[in-house]
């Protein structure tokens, strides 16, 4: 038991040492070239940044009550319950898309610049 223990212990040692020990790069770091042939290679990158809400919560909330409700009004007995059901579903779907169209038109994107080592 103590040995499996001990194992065990010298297993997260090792991993966390190798996650501590990841190098991160930046743009002054481009075009650097190591002793194994790799190097520094920078691009930009579009990022969401500043969202209120990146998840899309209220538009699918707001979408799914819409949805349900014009459901509701369709059919009679079981069949109200599906249409309830699935409108409300397809409400939810249509909420999420129209607010995450509002979000990218608003500049909630930014360009961001990230390097990375590159092996040939």
Same mark, same amino acid.
């Given at each position: 038991m103590q040995t499996q223990?001990?194992?065990?212990?010298?297993?997260?040692?090792?991993?966390?040492? #190798?996650?501590?020990? #990841?190098?991160?790069?930046?743009?002054?770091?481009?075009?650097?070239?190591?002793?194994?042939?790799?190097?520094?290679?920078?691009?930009?990158?579009?990022?969401?940044?500043?969202?209120?809400?990146?998840?899309?919560?209220?538009?699918?909330?707001?979408?799914?009550?819409?949805g349900g409700l014009l459901g509701n009004q369709v059919g009679g007995g079981n069949g109200k319950k599906v249409a309830t059901v699935a409108g409300a579903v397809a409400g939810g779907a249509a909420g999420r898309h129209i607010q995450g169209n509002q979000q990218s038109k608003n500049g909630d994107r930014v360009v961001e610049r990230r390097c990375e080592r590159r092996y040939p």
């Open positions: 223990l001990k194992m065990l212990c010298l297993g997260s040692l090792l991993a966390f040492s #190798a996650v501590a020990s #990841a190098q991160t790069y930046g743009p002054k770091d481009e075009g650097r070239r190591f002793n194994d042939g790799s190097k520094v290679v920078c691009h930009n990158v579009e990022v969401q940044r500043n969202s209120k809400d990146p998840n899309r919560i209220t538009g699918t909330a707001i979408g799914a009550v819409a």
